[in-house]
């Protein structure tokens, strides 16, 4: 038995009287007149919302990010790791940015493994607000010493890695989040893009950095405060029982780390549930040409991992005399199925292409497609048609570059589609373009896409576990009703894990008490299962909250008209559609809110959300 | 209900009693969705389920199909109320029961038991059959426990599958017919886990 001291209703022991329970301490930078402050929130704020993910919704609402121009200096991006990063919990070395999407309008959050989010938590703080804009190119160092805002224009222009290996050479030893010249034009599905190659890729908020004239936010190193565990001897009985479950589990002990995430284009195609040609079909002919064996058979050099990530999922590889990261299962199928093409070799080179640039493969790849089925449509003369390899790597390319054809791939799908009297043809749930799972083969993927805060995304809820791969056990995937609160459940604890900040992927072996019991021995106080998942429903409620007050709503909480009306044409989903409204309605009355999908004044109460404490007041902002 | 959540009743239910987790009238089940509860009738036979016998009802406030439901409704209401559960198993199985006659926890030291279950507190009550006694102690005990033993009676597991509390409840069973084999053979037992002597502090 260590000595220390029993804390509260946490039945360990506590080593160290270090007060975990102190207000979040973070950093604000304003861009345009180069000054930075320290500053403090409300202590209840941390119990309230973790970190990561949760503190930059509670920021972004009460910043009242809905009322800005996501592209203007208004506009905040806000960066947090989380109480677990750092910590030596298994995959746990992440972080978050959140801001308000250029390409969705919604709120808007990445996360992403690498080390910035660990090197940011030992220079002692939780978060990062960076406002205002840039006069000229710049890049941002936080550094032991304080912050500051250096020119940049010998950076501005050069591709992803040139940059992160620019300032590497100026600060040996750092961790950045950079962008690539995407991000610089404003394309409007921009990543971030960190050391070790990995991206806060999705929503276009490496474009509200462009727009900021800022390359790069550093993170110096040096940082010697390390995250504080109040109790080392649980985390590490509790991490080891949990790696114990991660290794034994098939996903997240053989799967990943063979294939990576690509091992999922051969189960999805299976099931009939791989979006293929603008999700005109659900299965892809060419689909084992482009699979994760055939990626490790002719591509992979080696497998790669976050920092403190025993699974190992990411992946560097070669092709056409380049090598790079990825790609992953999702830029597989966007730069190929969806396409049409089964040259996996030029799926390699499109996603270099937007690694390059600092690019969202998924969005970029299925806007291609949308470009492809006008083009098949008669609507877009001399466009890219399906199938065709080499034009998505130009038109990558192109897009990157702002070049003909590119320059209006830029804007993504919807605004696409829309120029050119299809909207209808842009695959996409509120502006953001769905991922590689057709909901027609996975009906409670449609509803999670549908209700998405961020848009069309699987990273709020995903639905393969219980629909496709049994986990935590096998639903019936075709069924409309009565997974609801199953859903609900999934997005609740990705926001949780998003703001703890932990891969959802350990979610494959690991249920909730295990993250509970992580966060008991860092916190030294007892936290609950239920505790946490009550936190997640706050965070989804703050995140709701904002996009009603963005003007979205029920009318927005749907999917592409082709998955609700365009049966499947064969396969294993042959004749299936989603019938979304009733799925809509049990959700909304799952979650308590009213048939409009708004949160009751009770809801906001019983989650600490109406003003009475020091958390936000919420209970105008739906209305 | 769905077809598709029926089906899933009458598996379990047949499941639990030929694997004699439960009698042929013993034993209980139920879904939460959102601020209604899926919960079996009172009297019911598990093994032969029939959608008359799965009664709807709600959350927090009574309607008149509770007169249908389960003597333990009000134990499966505490429990969601308390927890992020959205389906509850509740049996009667022999050896977990035996156990929880002598123990205050019961530690598995069979390998599948270690891991899914590392510990099981056992709760004791005078009135253990649908009252407000139980449905005062087990909550708190199943916000950190998916399975909790309640002494002489018999396991209530929670998961976000009814298959989920099955497969925790079978696990149970099976661990304590290993652990009443192996402590009956009167020789030490040797370890062979890491970690093992904190599993009592899970």
Redesign the interface.
Known sequence: MPAGRRRGRY??VVSSTTPLFGPPRGLRVDLSSGASREEELPAEVRLAVLGGRGLGAWLALRERLHEVEPLGPENLLILAPGPLTGTGAPASGRYSVTSRSPLTGTVFDGNSGGSWGVFFRRLGYDYLVVGGACDAPSYLLVSPGGVEVRPASDLWGLDVAPSLARLRELHPGCEAGVIGPAGERGVLFASIVNNRGRSIGRGGLGAVMGAKRLKAIVVAAGGDQKPAVADPE?LA?VV??AE??LK?NPITSQALPEFGTSVLVNVLNQAGAMPTRNFRDSRFEGARAISGEALRDGYVQRRSACRGCSIGCARRTTAGGESGEGPEYESIWALGADCGVADLTAVVQANYACNRAGMDTITMGSTIACAMELTEEGLLPGGPRFGDAAAVVRLAEATAAGEGLGAELAEGSARFAARHGRPELSMSVKSLELPAYDPRGMKAQGLAFATSNRGGCHLRANMLG?EILGV??M??RF????K???LI?MQNLNAVLDSLSICKFTAFAM???YY??LLSAVWGEQV???EL?RIGERIWTLERLFNLAAGLGRDDDTLPRRLLEEPVREGPAAGHVVDLPPMLD?YY????WSAEGVPSAAKLARLGLDGRGALVDCSGAAS | ?????LEQFRRIGRDLFVAGLVSSHGGNMSV????RILITRRGSMLAQLEERDVIDTGLEENDANVTLASTEIVVHRAIYQ???A?AIVHTHPPYAIAQSLVKDEIVPVDSEGS?LL?KVPVVAAQLTAGSTEVAGLLPKWL????LVMLRGHGPFAI???L??AY?LTSVLEMACRILTVAEGMGAELKEYR??SE?YD??
């Open positions: 039945t360990g649980r009985f080891y029982e114990k479950l034994a219980p935590p056990k639903v019936d069924a409309t009703l009565g609801a609160g199953l459940n249920k909730e008490d509970a019991r609950e299962p239920q998942l049990e009355v799952s979650r308590g | 209900m769905s077809g598709d959540l939460r969705q959102g601020d308390a927890t992020s959205l891991y590392h916000k950190e426990y998916d998961g976000h599958l298959e989920e497969q890491k970690g904190q502090s899970w």
